[in-house]
């Protein structure tokens, strides 16, 4: 695996990349990315996959200017520019699917292919994506699991450093997303225009995005849906599922 | 020295079982025990909460009447332990119903006003109405303010220093003026409403122990008022800020210096005990403000600020604790004085703002409470202060 940083419009961005074969960018979770989780692993068996710090998430700098989601899929579609290339296919993950739809409605020429996995960024019209600012950040990373066990062997492997790093994601999530929470009301609309092929996967435990908003994004798009079980973080609960899936998608 | 008397106004008609039992209806965040943000106001009765309105401004007035210098007020929102949901229209009905009392404002909430140029407008009018009473004090207000308001926590304190830019500008630059910065945007600022206090009227900062707040009230030679905290904190608080003023240019007083402490006052200790006990349910133990994230949520201040926060409140709630610290004065009036007199010496606050009366403590003791500290509390501090020259900012105006 590989690790860099790599400046963009003043802010240093820490990836990680590993594999060969077609770019498949893979966008972090509002609790950020980790390390390199069992979804990561498996997918880089077959694809080049880069996986950044989000800008202001884990290690990666944050552009105290940056007011919203729009901005940061700005950063991360220059980001994308500078590994040079024809465009990849993108996977986002929960809020990192917000910001991975976001650019494909600003700048589709980046976007070959998307799969969004409980996607954020968009207004349910039933149920509620889960307000995190009222519970403790590792309240809500527990939220995200469906299994006890799954949660606990996720936190025991990354150990020390968790709570502050769990905080400044949570800060950076604030600073652009506190208001409206965690939606654009223009994205559905921009997305309508958009004629990228797409799959759309929610996991039929989530407590944190409700099904509603994933099947805003199907018909907006136009693309695939499908269900996995498992709660929402499921590069951890469900990794072979959504990654059997996304290989499918993508013609591997 | 300027003594104020100051309650929360707590929507005392709650019973303890609603405040901590978990209900069916509850948000799906609410734990039992949260009992301010998300616990149900269909708890809130506005028929027991008119008649708690009118007997809070019957203490204000009496406390007038016993002769208190202030009367303090403030603003929680979505608080049982506080029925003071907008600052200013508290302060307009103290304005109308006394005569010569300050109303003390700690404070305005600043980050939470979207346009503080109408907040230089009602404060104007108070100011005016009130023949000039007014102390505006600002605050950045604490974590559930912000999440009740929804306005971001991660620039709180920008907006604080905008907003009070904007407010002090608004106060005294005529207009009409624009206003274009990072947080709020005024196309036209041009109020016809000004204090009738010049430049403006006083304006002091409230606290506990932010760094960032107390060198701020600093620079700008406002009164820092610490809110209830320990002795300990109290000294290093004003060793801070004596040293920015010193830095920033002028010598810091006793006119600087407020300081808010409960103190409950009875005929007799055991009563006053009891009524310490009350106090504490509703405004301590029981509120606590929340759940730490809450208190203070991401971005409001650093991550090792607000861990720290969290562990210091849980460790200070104790009614006994805070006897033997001295954050809460319990006892006779004789008890309550020598420990008002510890406080004057160690710390020389040339404000003092009394806290006695709270919880689910009906009228009647509310307003014994404050005729005894009027008669046999108030004279004896005072003369206390005189003797160890801690004046306020308006004896020494005054000569």
Request: with cysteine; charged share 25%; aromatic share 8%.
């Amino acid at each position: 695996m590989h690790s860099f940083r790599q400046a963009i419009a003043g802010t240093e961005i820490d990836v990680l990349s590993d594999g060969d074969g077609p770019r498949l960018t893979i966008l972090h979770r509002d609790t950020g990315r980790a390390g390199w989780t069992p979804l990561h692993a498996r997918l880089a068996k077959r694809f080049h996959v880069v996986a950044p710090s989000l800008p202001g998430y884990d290690s990666s700098g944050r552009p105290d200017w940056l007011r919203n989601v729009t901005g940061l899929a700005a950063l991360i579609g220059m980001l994308d520019d500078t590994l040079g290339g024809e465009s990849g296919a993108w996977l986002g993950l929960g809020f990192g699917g917000w910001a991975a739809a976001e650019l494909a409605a600003h700048s589709p020429s980046r976007v070959a292919k998307l799969i969004l996995h409980s996607p954020m960024g968009i207004k349910p019209p039933e149920g509620e994506i889960f307000d995190q600012f009222l519970i403790e950040a590792e309240d809500y990373v527990r939220l995200g699991f469906s299994s006890q066990e799954a949660y606990d062997r996720q936190r025991a492997e990354e150990g020390e450093g968790r709570s502050a790093r769990l905080d400044r994601n949570r800060e950076m999530t604030t600073r652009i997303a506190w208001k409206p929470a965690m939606f654009d009301l223009a994205l559905p609309h921009l997305l309508r225009g958009v004629s990228i092929p797409s799959l759309t996967v929610w996991s039929s435990a989530d407590a944190i995005v409700p099904r509603s908003c994933a099947e805003i994004y199907r018909d907006a798009l136009g693309g695939h849906y499908t269900e996995i079980p498992g709660g929402h973080m499921a590069e951890y609960e469900a990794p072979d599922a959504l990654a059997a899936l996304v290989e499918e998608f993508l013609g591997c | 020295m300027l003594i104020s008397y100051f309650t929360e106004q707590p929507y005392s008609a709650l019973s303890a079982e609603d405040a901590w039992d978990l209900h069916p209806f509850d948000h799906p965040a609410r734990r039992a025990g949260d009992n301010v943000l998300i616990h149900s106001n269909r708890f809130f009765d506005p028929v027991a909460a008119s008649r708690l309105y009118a007997e809070r401004i019957r203490e204000y007035e009496l406390a007038e009447e016993v002769g208190f210098d202030g009367v303090m007020v403030n603003e929680h929102h979505n608080a049982p332990f506080c029925m003071q949901a907008r600052i200013t229209v508290m302060s307009s009905v103290v304005a109308a119903r006394t005569k010569r009392v300050k109303i003390v404002q700690l404070g305005n909430p600043l980050p939470t006003w979207d346009n503080p140029v109408q907040l230089a407008e009602e404060t104007a009018m108070i100011d005016m109405i009130s023949n000039g009473r007014l102390i505006a004090g600002i605050v950045r207000a604490g974590g559930a303010e912000q999440l009740a308001n929804n306005v971001n926590p991660a620039y709180n304190r920008e907006r604080f220093h905008e907003a009070h830019d904007l407010l002090i500008k608004a106060w005294t630059v005529p207009g009409p003026w624009r206003w274009e910065g990072e947080h709020y945007h005024q196309r036209i600022v041009n109020p016809w409403a000004v204090p009738l206090q010049k430049p403006h009227p006083p304006v002091w900062v409230p606290g506990i122990t932010s760094k960032e707040t107390i060198e701020f009230a600093a620079r700008h030679a406002y009164p820092f008022v610490c809110l209830n905290t320990t002795m300990e904190d109290t000294k290093r608080i004003w060793g801070l800020y004596d040293k920015v003023a010193a830095e920033t240019g002028f010598e810091a007083g006793p006119q600087h210096r407020g300081y808010l402490v409960r103190c409950i006052v009875a005929e007799t200790e055991e009563k006053a005990l009891r009524n310490a006990r009350e106090h504490l349910w509703m405004s301590g133990e029981f509120a606590g403000f929340g759940r730490p994230t809450w208190i203070a949520p991401t971005g409001y201040s650093s991550f090792e600020a607000r861990t720290g926060r969290a562990a210091m409140d849980k460790a200070n709630s104790s009614l006994e604790g805070q006897i033997e610290r001295g954050t809460m004065v319990v006892g006779t009036p004789e008890q309550v004085i020598a420990r008002l007199r510890w406080w004057l010496e160690e710390t020389r606050p040339g404000l003092l703002m009394l806290w006695p009366n709270d919880g689910r403590l009906d009228h009647e003791s509310s307003l014994d409470a404050i005729r005894l500290m009027g008669e046999a509390v108030l004279p004896s501090v005072k003369k206390i202060a005189q003797e160890l020259g801690l004046h306020d900012q308006f004896e020494l105006a005054s000569g």
